[in-house]
């Protein structure tokens, strides 16, 4: 299935009537040329139909881009700009929208030439703000055109991960395990940002799954799984079960998500879920979010949307890890200080049972799964996927809502150490400046559980615009700060 959105930005040219109307039209081809030149000219949209001068205007430029298949746009102030108009389109939009502005182009035209749209840019922001609009205005909203294509082209994650949000459903089985409230979910807040959820019994999915028994399908799954294995395929006996498993999940999904376009999935792993399924589903959760549809561990709804955000925003893979536990002093001193510049506290291991994705390990391997192993049959633990993960750039970060009810998120970048974890599991040596203080003074503080998800790149400035956008108060969006710059907890005498 496909489970990714994609966006078509509208362009729309706004004018104020006394300045002059050529002023929009020309710097707004300028621009559709800047952004074809240099970007997929698929991504946008000139809306030819008019100027927005009036609401008038402004009902024929709306229609315009609905009927052009548009799911995003940007007001483009061409000059100053009317400011009732320019926010009512915005207003009346029903996708992501973006405002930005033109500078103006020579000290030669700056008669019948000048736009002021430096001007109409505080004008647009504050209607916005009366009319309870919620838009994306970049750091710094005015320019010529290269600078605007630019600016359009990195709005394109913030409004596909928006656009998402507004078709998602989360799809959980099961209440989460006993003594992890740690990943309590709110639903509030999920309603809130345009987010639908479907609880279900993990009965209902133990039921769809003996129902998949001797489904035609189950060889060629397996197949493809030998395929992706390779020479890591060391639990060849569980495969069958697995790959009954993935098809009961891609067939509840289309049978499930109802009228909305994108789904992810929070599932049920342990405690009941091995002795009566007889496997753990990782391998499978790693399989479906490498196909875009993102699969949490633990019922960790918050954990599903995360990763489903990552997913859009970094159009890649992603993964979500357990903040673990601490580098040992003796592997640190052997294979990481004087080769990184990292400090003891500023590394960490993240990690989970096996649900990172073949294509994100150096080398993987089908296991059993340990620390389950040490209390139950080992037999009815296969199904991890181990590994260590490439080394490489990675965003750490998780959208929340806390057991205060009140939604938080917090971004940190750094990166994964190409350095052996002497250990088990889906797992990787993770380095992010400043962490320890990170760690105490945003992810304890705020009240985070010990899921992140990990997107592999960094990303923080389109997730931190995105968290804005669906509403996440600054004030509750944390990242490392930097050495010498304070915590508002952080003791002065630390």
Not at 195 to 218: T, W
Not at 444 to 464: D, M, N, S, T
Request: aromatic share 10%; hydrophobic share 40%.
């Amino acid at each position: 299935m496909e489970n990714m959105p994609k966006v078509k930005i509208g362009i729309v040219a706004v004018s104020r009537d006394c300045f002059p109307e050529t002023l929009s039209v020309n710097r707004r081809k300028a621009l559709v040329e800047a952004y074809s030149k240099k970007y997929d000219a698929a991504d946008i949209y000139e809306c030819p139909i008019c100027i927005v001068e009036s609401e008038i205007h402004m009902v024929q430029a709306l229609e315009d881009i609905k009927a052009a298949g548009c799911n995003a746009l940007c007001v483009y102030l061409g000059n100053f700009g009317p400011e009732i108009s320019e926010t009512l389109l915005a207003k009346h939009f029903d996708g992501p929208k973006m405002f930005c502005a033109a500078a103006e182009e020579s000290g030669n035209s700056l008669q019948d030439g000048r736009g002021d749209a430096y001007c109409g840019m505080l004008n647009a922001s504050y209607n916005l703000k009366l009319r309870n609009v919620q838009a994306y205005i970049p750091e710094n909203p005015v320019g010529d055109a290269e600078d605007c294509a630019d600016m359009i082209h990195e709005f394109i994650p913030i409004a596909k991960a928006v656009e998402g949000l507004n078709n998602l459903k989360i799809i959980s089985f099961g209440p989460r395990p006993l003594n992890f409230l740690a990943c309590n979910a709110p639903i509030k807040q999920l309603y809130n940002i345009g987010v639908e959820i479907e609880e279900n019994s993990e009965l209902d999915l133990f039921e769809a799954y003996n129902k998949h028994a001797g489904d035609e399908r189950i060889p060629g799954v397996v197949a493809d799984m030998e395929a992706e294995l390779g020479k890591g395929n060391k639990k060849p006996e569980v495969l069958a079960k697995l790959a009954q498993y993935e098809l009961t999940l891609l067939d509840w999904v289309e049978a499930h998500k109802g009228y909305r376009k994108y789904v992810a999935i929070a599932g049920k792993c342990w405690p009941a879920f091995q002795t009566q399924f007889g496997f753990v589903p990782c391998y499978v959760n790693s399989r479906l979010t490498g196909r875009g549809i993102p699969v949490s561990c633990e019922v960790d709804i918050y954990g599903a949307l995360s990763e489903f955000i990552g997913t859009v925003v970094s159009d890649d893979i992603v993964t979500l890890l357990d903040i673990n536990n601490t580098v040992p002093k003796d592997l640190y001193n052997e294979d990481i200080k004087g080769k990184y510049d990292y400090k003891l506290d500023e590394t960490f291991m993240g990690f989970h049972c096996g649900n990172t994705c073949s294509s994100k390990l150096v080398a993987c391997e089908m296991k059993y799964q340990k620390i389950m192993a040490r209390s139950l049959p080992i037999e009815v633990t296969n199904g991890t996927l181990e590994g260590d993960i490439a080394p490489g750039d990675i965003t750490f970060f998780r959208l929340q809502s806390t057991s205060d009810n009140i939604l938080r998120a917090y971004i940190a970048q750094g990166e994964v150490l190409p350095v052996a974890t002497r250990s088990f599991g889906s797992i990787g040596i993770f380095a992010i400046p400043e962490m320890g203080r990170f760690y105490r003074h945003v992810l304890i503080e705020g009240g985070f559980p010990h899921h992140g998800a990990v997107a592999f790149g960094h990303f923080g400035k389109a997730l931190y615009e995105v968290f804005k956008y669906i509403g996440v108060d600054v004030k509750e969006i944390g990242y490392n700060q930097p050495a010498g710059v304070r915590y508002p907890t952080e003791n002065p005498w630390r």
